[in-house]
């Protein structure tokens, strides 16, 4: 063990103790997240805290001491935002995971950050609450991480993202100094909005050892889902422009093509068409007649794009069934290989060209390239494979990566809807923001970690 590391184990051991990590199995294993393609180097140690006192402690000895501190939720993130970096610690908020309150009059729940995401649906569901945002990776990603990354989700079309729900939270400042940030109640509009400025900061602002999140009513919600099959992604692309340009606001419309659904069907065995190229899954949730009218819509307006075997489901066991494919077709992909995922999103008119222009990269640089999408909110995340140990294909996968981004941000889109910039999206996110905007960046980062301890290098 070498002497920092050493300094490093001594004395956190005083303020997490048998909650140290020094071995060289945990070190590489919380080095980083999902992006294996983002750079990380190993941590001196990391920390399981289990209170906001504790993350503060560290914090403080870390400061004092000039060395980093890098939080990291369950790691599920896509953008390299956990990466360890040189002369760091990891402080993991995973075993934070107590709900301690759920307000069933003021309708908020008060969580610490390493709840799952469907731990706390299914927590507030006992009150008849829910909690809408739900990111693909819901059954193993936390509330803190969803908050540092504003994630997304399927739903998000309809409901809007984790920034549109978090009320309030306990923030551990640079410094160490314990902070309370928002409300409680409906509405609130005292001081600056510091509670949406840290939801999506990616931990570089400040760590974030609770929340309060605002719930909606669980029960007035009746689903139908719509399915059609597309020959092109193209074709699903317009059905998807079309539906935003007819006024209608799905629950969810989701895309999946040819190579996510194979995918998903060699390894779970659901019963999926293999033989069609695109699939689209909208999902109308108001009720009574209404809902049988926009679904009844949305079935023509697939039809008029060249939609075929459309159909409506009832079922909530069949429409499960078809969004969990939705949900598992990210780690489906990643048994085929290393998976460099983007995030763009991009204005719903110009969905039908993105989807093109993503088709033509993956022919220009022969790499594989599947396709996932909030497709409801233009928020595309095609997937790059490269197989394993293939530098060759790794090589032209990074091409392709940057060309997506190069035309989304030609369309008018932005290089992440939900993921975070990380480290993967550094260089887009500076195109995308221009240097007068970086330095209001800087200069918020700057006056809030003026010694840069938090997370540095990470999110612009």
């Known amino acids: ?250 629950a969810a419309l989701e895309l999946i093509d040819q190579a996510c659904l194979r995918a998903v069907d060699d390894w779970q065995q659901l019963g999926l068409p293999g033989n069609v190229d695109t699939l689209l899954l909208a999902k109308i949730d108001e009720r009574g007649a209404a809902g049988d009218e926009l679904a009844d819509r949305v079935a023509a307006i697939f039809e008029t794009a060249g939609g075929t075997d459309v159909e409506r489901a009832t079922d909530p066991e069949e429409i499960s069934r078809l969004f969990l494919a939705r949900r598992l077709a990210y780690p489906a992909l990643e048994r085929l290989g290393p998976v460099l995922t983007e995030d763009i999103c991009v204005p719903r008119s110009a969905v039908p060209e993105m989807l093109h222009r993503i088709q033509q990269t993956a022919a220009l640089q022969n790499v594989t390239i599947a396709n996932i999408a909030h497709a409801g909110d233009g928020n595309l995340h095609p997937l790059i494979i490269a197989p394993v140990g293939d530098e060759a294909a790794k090589a032209r996968a990074k091409v392709a990566f940057d060309r997506i981004v190069e035309d989304c941000l030609a369309l008018g889109g932005t290089v992440t809807g939900e993921h975070g910039v990380g480290l993967l999206k550094l260089d887009g996110a500076r195109r995308e923001l221009g240097g007068a905007v970086i330095r209001m960046h800087r200069s918020i980062k700057d006056a809030l970690d003026p010694q840069g301890t938090l997370n540095p290098g990470k999110a612009f």
């Open 1 to 250: 063990m070498t002497t920092r590391l050493q300094e490093a184990a001594d004395g956190l051991a005083a303020l997490a103790p048998g909650r140290v990590l020094t071995d060289d199995a945990a070190l590489a294993a919380y080095s980083h997240d999902e992006a294996e393609w983002a750079p990380f180097v190993p941590p001196l140690a990391v920390v399981l805290a289990r209170s906001t006192e504790e993350v503060a402690a560290v914090v403080r000895w870390a400061a004092e001491r000039g060395v980093r501190v890098v939080p990291r939720g369950a790691g599920t993130g896509l953008s390299g935002g956990a990466n360890s970096i040189q002369n760091s610690i990891v402080v993991s908020l995973e075993l934070m995971q107590q709900v301690f309150e759920v307000n069933v009059d003021e309708r908020y729940a008060r969580t610490q950050p390493g709840v799952i995401n469907n731990a706390l649906r299914d927590h507030v569901a006992a009150f008849g609450l829910w909690y809408p945002p739900d990111p693909a990776s819901s059954a193993i990603s936390t509330i803190g991480g969803n908050a540092a990354t504003n994630a997304g989700g399927i739903c998000c079309v309809k409901y809007g993202v984790t920034r549109d729900y978090v009320l309030g939270m306990t923030v551990v400042l640079a410094s160490g100094e314990i902070v309370s940030l928002g409300r409680a109640t409906a509405k609130g509009v005292t001081g600056y909005d510091l509670t949406g400025l840290l939801v999506g900061s990616e931990g570089t602002l400040g760590i974030i050892t609770e929340v309060t999140v605002k719930l909606l009513p669980l029960a007035g919600r009746d689903e139908r889902a719509v399915i059609g099959y597309f020959p092109s992604l193209e074709a699903a692309g317009v059905a998807v422009a079309a539906i935003s340009r007819a006024g209608i606001v799905p």
